[in-house]
């Protein structure tokens, strides 16, 4: 049910903000006092107050759904086992003055500049640490200092293209900085799709208000990409970096990558070849000039770094070194997010830039220096301890929750080993209203914003992302993975232009009419092609025997019914040893094994597996789907895949359960017929449909075949229902069935879209527009396996083929079935050794981090 968002009803307003209650002696985001709403907040309040009751419901659902339908997730253990958790948005965002969000502003400037001034001075000259500015083991004991890379020389001295701030508010009001995101800002990617719906789900609202919009800001950043490439600047050849599907936020870069117009790459669509760095396409090597990385540091180059890790390029550190690619952020940026750095920062600040610092810092104790290791010890209940290194597991520890035994071994192993950690001050946070079951309760939160470089200097994202912790514990110790969202407002002090992301260029663009596809991509996309018409023909299968079996005649009657078990058998969706194989056979046996073909996970076949494998295909090539086409397999996978079988015990309800399931599949294939470009990308995807199709074909028929002795016209009226081809048949031949104009029709002929040689002629189409290198036609295995089967098919003599032999069979057909299956079979391996695995991943050799490094952890 799909309601308007701002439709009214006859029911009383909610007044929600008149009933809240906001927290005492604590800093309330709404409310100076009780009763006495901040100006800022006024507008807001009174238009929400006036949304009734169900009205707020409905728009909360709204929220949800879209979510849902979007795909926003994220994998909180970030690999590719554990389950994606539903992203959560809470319908009241956060609103920022202008006046204060100046303040704001200026603050994460400037500490923005001390950072890159930092990370400048350690990878270049390292004035810091000779002049004693810093302690050497927030270097040399440091994870994220990347020694490889010092010396290499960053386009415009900018280290922070690309960066992030968490900010809290303490109960006293007061903004505190509570870490910085330098080298993977995550989250600029929810942050934008928390934007885009509730603008669209408060659209009144937000339109009443003047928000400053987002857009700007990443055009800038697009800009500034451009600039910083060392060749092509006009229309450099831009590339997001991506760990893959396997990533805890990979739903937020494919967002980014396409609403920002970059292609999305993994590490193995790209490799170094003479210190440059080049995008593997299926028309050869591109040069790549900017990488916008999402790779975390020790990840990016396992020839210089970890050579362990699977999702970085071979020989980046050394092709940046020789300006031959920019990456941003430049490799080795986590090293500024140490907490260890900020107890120094007031300090560094003023050296630096000669100016005091703006917004503090939360109280932090670096425990490598003497005094600071003594205070602690002396007051362990005042304060959080945590990793100095921000140690990738390492816990979060209160000592007030030790016992007294705990907390003299753990307080040993601190002053054992004090640089590696640090002491937070326990601090209290100010409270937002956030709606929690119809009503509005208080909770902590903190706030991410974020900075790129622009073209003087840097720039702050008009808004960000508030999470917030619901469970009234402060939330600087607990895991903010679970928390919800908000969206942040910051208003402006006049009328807010509205502005495209789609700028525009001095320089005009080179026509073109595709971009360009990597082999990862076209290997995806042919794959997501296959699964979409595997399960198709799955749910046209099942939907056939579900519906003989719910109709009036007993299941022992149905003439039908043993010719589409076959067929389901051939297949492999059904097992043979449960069903043919017994001579007591029940209707509910039947059923229950129908069931375990659509809902058993541990069957390969069963529908709901090859459901995965296309929702894992459409992951990874998820910024070369539509919006529309990525909503309809999130309907059909919070629909099919998360039903269980015994929500489906009646044979009618499985019935119109295979008739949903195929209208999704149809959508998605119109969407694809209609909505996608005829480039490289929609080729592969439709070549994998129609070997896919010619696969089902080949075997329908072989089981109609098999089964033409017992009841001719049964097997034949069975094989055009699930060939989708009765129609058609019914309108040349009406009523009269015969195998030859049957085999003619699904077998022959050209113009129907089910036909086998339809699906062969549709390959040879493809297969003249894929590149071919200067290759002679028909000089590829592919092309000869394919003309080896249109020819065979064409030349056939239908009437010839039909006739039985002295035993009943069908030797002239069941040759021809054999030849395509057979046919295919080669044609499909000898596409992928040509253009998927065509160019093989830059080898790893060895590593320079020495053996268990960056392994620390801080355990109780």
């Given at each position: 049910m799909h309601n308007n968002p701002n439709q009214h009803y006859d029911s009383k307003p909610s007044e929600l903000f008149s009933e809240y209650s906001p927290p005492e002696n604590c800093f309330c985001e709404t409310f100076e006092l009780p009763g006495q709403i901040r100006?800022?907040?006024?507008?807001?309040?009174?238009?929400?107050?006036?949304?009734?009751?169900?009205?707020?419901?409905?728009?909360?659902l709204q929220v949800e759904r879209m979510l849902q339908e979007h795909g926003a997730t994220y994998n909180l253990f970030g690999n590719s086992e554990s389950v994606d958790q539903q992203w959560k948005l809470d319908l009241i965002p956060m609103l920022i003055p202008f006046q204060e969000w100046s303040y704001l502003e200026k603050g994460l400037i400037q500490r923005t500049r001390l950072l890159n001034a930092i990370l400048k001075d350690v990878y270049g000259e390292q004035k810091l640490l000779k002049e004693g500015k810093l302690p050497p083991e927030l270097l040399f004991c440091n994870p994220g200092f990347i020694r490889p890379c010092t010396g290499i020389e960053i386009p415009k001295d900018n280290f922070l293209i690309f960066s992030a701030v968490d900010l809290c508010r303490t109960s006293y009001g007061q903004w505190r900085l509570v870490s910085s995101r330098t080298q993977t800002p995550n989250c600029s990617g929810f942050s934008l799709e928390?934007?885009?719906?509730?603008?669209?789900?408060?659209?009144?609202?937000?339109?009443?208000?003047?928000?400053?919009?987002?857009?700007?800001?990443?055009?800038?950043?697009?800009?500034?990409?451009?600039?910083?490439?060392?060749?092509?600047?006009?229309?450099?050849?831009?590339?997001?970096?991506?760990?893959?599907?396997?990533?805890?936020?990979?739903?937020?870069?494919?967002?980014?990558?396409?609403?920002?117009?970059?292609?999305?790459?993994?590490?193995?669509?790209?490799?170094?070849?003479?210190?440059?760095?080049?995008?593997?396409?299926l028309d050869g090597l591109e040069p790549v000039d900017v990488i916008f990385r999402w790779v975390k540091d020790w990840e990016c180059d396992p020839l210089a770094l970890r050579n362990n890790s699977n999702n970085g390029v071979s020989?980046?550190?050394?092709?940046?070194?020789?300006?031959?690619?920019?990456?941003?952020?430049?490799?080795?940026?986590?090293?500024?997010?140490?907490?260890?750095?900020?107890?120094?920062?007031?300090?560094?600040?003023?050296?630096?830039?000669?100016?005091?610092?703006?917004?503090?810092?939360?109280?932090?104790?670096?425990?490598?220096?003497?005094?600071?290791?003594t205070q602690v010890i002396n007051n362990p209940d005042q304060y959080i301890i945590k990793s100095a290194f921000n140690i990738m597991g390492a816990e979060t520890i209160d000592l007030e929750t030790f016992s007294s035994v705990e907390r003299e071994i753990f307080i040993e192993k601190i002053k054992a080993t004090p640089y590696k950690y640090v002491a937070q001050e326990k601090i209290f946070l100010s409270a937002i209203p956030t709606l929690h079951e119809n009503r509005l309760e208080p909770a902590n939160h903190i706030c991410r914003f974020f900075i790129s470089a622009a073209q003087n200097d840097f720039q702050v994202m008009p808004g960000g992302l508030m999470r917030v912790n619901t469970t009234q514990t402060s939330f600087l110790n607990t895991r903010n993975e679970m928390s919800r969202s908000k969206d942040i407002w910051v208003f402006s002090e006049g009328p807010v232009e509205k502005i495209s992301l789609m700028g525009r260029l001095t320089k005009a663009l080179e026509i073109r009419r595709s971009g360009k596809l990597s082999s990862r991509v076209a290997d995806n996309l042919l794959w997501l092609g296959r699964y979409l018409e595997r399960s198709e023909n799955k749910v046209r299968i099942l939907r056939s025997i579900l519906k003989k079996l719910s109709g009036e005649i007993p299941f022992q009657d149905i003439q039908e019914l043993p010719v589409l078990l076959d067929m389901a058998v051939g297949m492999e969706l059904l097992l043979n040893e449960n069903l043919l194989d017994q001579e007591d056979l029940k209707?509910?046996?039947?059923?229950?094994?129908?069931l375990n073909s659509i809902f058993d996970r541990s069957r390969p076949t069963s529908l709901i597996s090859t459901l995965e494998n296309v929702n894992q295909a459409a992951k990874n090539v998820r910024d070369r789907?539509?919006?529309?086409s990525w909503r309809i397999l999130m309907r059909l996978d919070y629909g099919l895949k998360k039903s269980k079988a015994d929500q489906w015990i009646q044979i009618r309800d499985s019935y119109y359960l295979m008739n949903e399931a195929l209208m999704i599949l149809s959508a998605f294939s119109g969407l694809a017929m209609e909505g996608m470009t005829r480039g490289l990308g929609w080729r592969f995807m439709d070549m994998g449909r129609r070997i896919e199709r010619t696969n089902y074909m080949v075997s329908i028929?072989?089981?109609?075949?098999?089964?033409?002795?017992?009841?001719?016209?049964?097997?034949?009226?069975?094989?055009?229902?699930?060939?989708?081809?009765?129609?058609?048949?019914?309108?040349?031949?009406?009523?009269?069935?015969?195998?030859?104009?049957v085999m003619d029709l699904l077998i022959s002929d050209e113009i129907n879209p089910k036909s086998v040689v339809f699906q062969l002629s549709a390959l040879s189409k493809h297969l003249k527009r894929l590149?071919?290198?200067?290759?002679?036609?028909?000089?590829?295995?592919?092309?000869?396996?394919?003309?080896?089967?249109?020819?065979?098919?064409?030349?056939?003599?239908?009437?010839f083929i039909c006739e039985a032999n002295a035993n009943g069979n069908f030797e002239g057909l069941t040759e021809v079935l054999t030849s395509v299956e057979e046919g295919i079979r080669e044609f499909s391996k000898h596409i992928t050794q040509h253009?998927?695995?065509?160019?093989?991943?830059?080898?790893?050799?060895?590593?320079?981090?020495?053996?268990?490094?960056?392994?620390?952890?801080?355990?109780?």
């Open positions: 100006s800022h907040w006024s507008k807001f309040v009174e238009e929400f107050d006036k949304i009734d009751t169900t009205e707020i419901k409905t728009r909360t928390n934007r885009i719906i509730i603008s669209q789900i408060m659209s009144k609202i937000f339109q009443q208000n003047r928000v400053l919009r987002v857009a700007p800001f990443f055009m800038n950043l697009q800009a500034y990409l451009s600039e910083i490439a060392f060749y092509n600047r006009d229309n450099p050849t831009i590339v997001f970096f991506t760990p893959g599907p396997s990533s805890k936020t990979y739903f937020e870069h494919a967002l980014l990558s396409r609403y920002m117009g970059y292609p999305m790459v993994e590490s193995g669509d790209l490799t170094v070849r003479d210190n440059k760095v080049y995008l593997k396409t020989g980046l550190i050394h092709a940046a070194r020789t300006q031959n690619v920019v990456v941003a952020n430049p490799i080795g940026t986590s090293l500024v997010e140490s907490l260890a750095f900020s107890e120094f920062m007031p300090g560094l600040c003023k050296h630096i830039l000669g100016e005091d610092i703006l917004i503090h810092d939360v109280s932090s104790l670096w425990c490598g220096k003497p005094e600071s290791l209707i509910s046996g039947i059923h229950e094994e129908i789907l539509s919006v529309d028929i072989q089981s109609a075949v098999n089964n033409l002795q017992d009841n001719t016209n049964t097997s034949l009226d069975v094989l055009l229902e699930v060939a989708d081809s009765s129609m058609t048949y019914r309108s040349r031949y009406r009523t009269y069935l015969q195998m030859a104009p590149p071919r290198n200067g290759i002679r036609k028909y000089g590829t295995m592919e092309e000869r396996s394919l003309l080896s089967m249109l020819t065979t098919v064409r030349l056939t003599d239908i009437d253009y998927l695995s065509r160019i093989p991943t830059t080898q790893h050799f060895i590593s320079i981090q020495p053996e268990g490094k960056n392994e620390i952890q801080i355990s109780s």
